[in-house]
């Protein structure tokens, strides 16, 4: 990798990272399933004007994948993040790794070597001592909120990796419309308060919501494919583990959260586990010429 490509991998995992904090400062003005709506139709309105429209056989997997990463995934990631902590959500969400492991054996029969299971068991169990943190300020339903976002998000992994390949930033933009009238609707039934926080929303959080659509949607995902078509996966993966750690790092410094042993022991045994996942050894039964490039991104979404 060159000295560029180097600085950009790093910059990738710090927009996302910081994303976790900014997303808290928006959530205090508006509400977690309207902010997400909102957040997602400024992202297809940006991108869908430079892709194409999906084909007869893309239309349908692209919806079911709006499904689980956008309405799903994001909703209860938010919803998590509005109540919790951002360090320990960002502990919380690696697991989305792992559960793509564990979803892809069961429904695409890639089987994982014994090396990549121990990889999940140290995942889960790093998120098992964070959780278990004795402070009063980890809270165990917004943590379960954003495990079960890493779950929605790795159905949509397995979804992409069985009907793509992909176009990357068309299923960008498409996933993106289709994902607004889901989160619009259910906000409109169990939220209230949307048009409000449009008129009382500070600059902070207008700047907030500013953020995560430019930099942790499209420069930071342009950037990311910008890398993953010039380097390999294997090189790329190590990278966008930094992003738990400037997440938790960013949750110290700009949100005054607690940085305790237990938090710190348990971030480094699940990002050692995830690092085990992304082995090159991760399927056996993977045929060699299978595609990987469409869900190798994706799985680094979070945000």
Do not use: D
């Not at 029969?109 to 998120?127: D, K, Q, S, W, Y």
């Amino acid at each position: 990798m060159t000295p560029t490509q180097i600085a950009c991998a790093v910059l990738v995992p710090l927009f996302w990272g910081v994303q976790f904090v900014v997303i808290k400062v928006g959530l205090t003005a508006f509400p977690p399933l309207f902010f997400v709506g909102l957040r997602f139709a400024a992202v297809a309105v940006i991108l869908l004007p430079f892709v194409g429209r999906p084909t007869r056989r893309e239309l349908g997997p692209m919806i079911a994948i709006s499904v689980f990463f956008g309405g799903l995934n994001f909703a209860l990631f938010f919803v998590g993040l509005g109540q919790g902590l951002a360090s320990v959500s960002a502990v919380a969400h690696q697991l989305s790794t792992p559960f793509t492991v564990l979803l892809a054996w069961s429904l695409l029969g890639e089987r994982p070597t014994t090396r990549v299971i121990i990889g999940v068991a140290l995942a889960f169990g790093g998120v098992a001592l964070t959780v278990a943190e004795p402070n009063a300020s980890v809270m165990i339903v917004p943590t379960l909120l954003v495990i079960a976002a890493g779950f929605a998000w790795a159905i949509g992994s397995v979804l992409t990796k069985r009907h793509g390949p992909f176009e990357p930033l068309k299923l960008m933009a498409w996933m993106s419309l289709f994902t607004v009238p889901q989160v619009m609707a259910t906000s409109l039934v169990i939220e209230h308060g949307q048009l409000a926080s449009l008129h009382t929303a500070s600059l902070t959080a207008w700047l907030a919501f500013a953020y995560t659509v430019l930099f942790g949607a499209v420069i930071g995902w342009g950037l990311w494919f910008w890398l993953i078509a010039r380097c390999s996966m294997t090189r790329m993966a190590p990278f966008a583990l930094l992003q738990t750690v400037f997440a938790v790092v960013a949750g110290v410094v700009f949100l005054h959260e607690p940085l305790t042993p237990t938090l710190v022991v348990g971030a480094v045994i699940c990002i050692a586990g995830v690092a085990i996942t992304q082995s090159r050894s991760f399927a056996q039964a993977s045929p060699p010429t299978a595609p990987r490039a469409p869900i190798e991104p994706i799985q680094e979404e979070c945000l």
